[in-house]
């Protein structure tokens, strides 16, 4: 559906979410991305909030989409699930070529423990797992009346240095293809001193495994 530029040597990474692809995580996320000029940058998400969805997909009518104006990128907003999006951003459908990274969010909100189950965040990040393609969920610990839309640019960057780690790894393909990362970004991020700390989940064995910058 759209032309490409193909002598374009960058990684190509794709965004989705499922607060909306006007929601300002997202694109804060997108921001930081383009900013960087590192990399290519594919926008795939829904035209409107689909948070607790899970894993859910549209089968019973056709999924519509529309172009969507994100300055630096190529953007479409789709009429579906976060499932969905990443299905179709990784489907040749709308992009000429498949992307190397998947990154869902930014989330409004912690996905930690239980919560991978039902979030439409996590489920972006899985289905591109799914589909054999290397993929990240990122959410933000929001706690009304302490944090600010703001916090979104900081944890954007923060993300930034585990992006490209990620990207160097799947070049010189040595990424492990056994799970895919959800990243939890602390509220108030701007006062804490950014570390990592890679863990399985409990239940999910081994399928997820959790990035918590808290050192849990």
């Given at each position: 559906m759209e032309n490409n530029n193909s002598s374009d040597e960058r990684p190509t990474v794709m965004v989705t979410n499922d607060d909306g692809i006007d929601a300002p995580g997202l694109r804060a996320l997108v921001r930081v991305l383009i900013s960087s000029n590192l990399f290519r940058v594919l926008v795939c998400a829904p035209v409107s909030e689909q948070s607790a969805v899970s894993h859910s997909i549209t089968w019973r009518h056709p999924v519509s989409v529309k172009q969507v104006d994100i300055n630096g990128a190529i953007a479409f907003a789709v009429f579906g699930t976060p499932a969905d999006c990443t299905s179709l951003g990784i489907s040749k459908e709308l992009f000429s070529f498949v992307p190397d990274l998947v990154i869902s969010g930014i989330n409004m909100g912690s996905n930690c423990g239980y919560h991978v189950v039902y979030s439409g965040t996590v489920a972006g990040a899985r289905e591109a797992f799914f589909n054999g393609i290397p993929a990240v969920s990122v959410s933000y610990d929001w706690v009304g009346g302490k944090s600010s839309v703001d916090d979104y640019m900081l944890a954007a960057e923060a993300c930034l240095p585990i992006f490209r780690a990620i990207l160097?790894?799947?070049?010189?393909?040595?990424?492990?293809?056994?799970?895919?990362?959800?990243i939890d970004i602390p509220t108030d991020i701007a006062n804490h001193k950014i570390g990592v700390k890679a863990s399985r989940h409990l239940y999910v064995n081994p399928l997820l495994k959790v990035f918590d910058v808290r050192k849990r």
């Open positions: 160097a790894e799947i070049k010189n393909k040595s990424y492990p293809l056994n799970g895919f990362l959800n």
